[in-house]
Nanobody, 116 residues
Framework: EVQLVESGGGLVQPGGSLRLSCAAS????????MSWYRQAPGKERELVAG????????NYADSVKGRFTISRDNAKNTVYLQMNSLKPEDTAVYFC?????????WGQGTQVTVSS
């Protein structure tokens, strides 16, 4: 059974940093592209960043380019999202995602709140 467990969210002031982690299990992690999405209240879920199976190629939403960095450790079955220079508009629930076969799998999400 595929499981994705996010951690690392919290309350941070504007300009601050957080590092999110997603521990994966139930599938061969090193073979799959991983992504982070977020969903703010009243808004649709949006792609934040993605990373290929070996960590050689990444992509980012324009709104986070230069501030967020996605990475992975295939030995630990974990994907990370380093978030710097956080803004109030980054406030959202952040979800880890994998597409395995034709099915989307999501974690339970972790809340990130950027506020003074």
């Amino acid at each position: 059974e595929v499981q994705l467990v996010e951690s690392g969210g919290g309350l941070v002031q504007p300009g601050g940093s957080l590092r999110l982690s997603c521990a994966a299990s139930g599938f061969t992690f090193r073979l799959y592209r991983m992504s982070w999405y977020r969903q703010a209240p009243g808004k649709e879920r949006e792609l934040v960043a993605g990373i290929d199976s070996v960590g050689g190629a990444t992509n980012y939403a324009d709104s986070v380019k230069g501030r967020f960095t996605i990475s992975r450790d295939n030995a630990k079955n974990t994907v990370y999202l380093q978030m710097n220079s956080l803004k109030p508009e980054d406030t959202a629930v952040y979800f880890c995602h994998v597409l395995k076969g034709s099915r989307d799998y999501w974690g339970q999400g972790t809340q990130v709140t950027v506020s003074s």
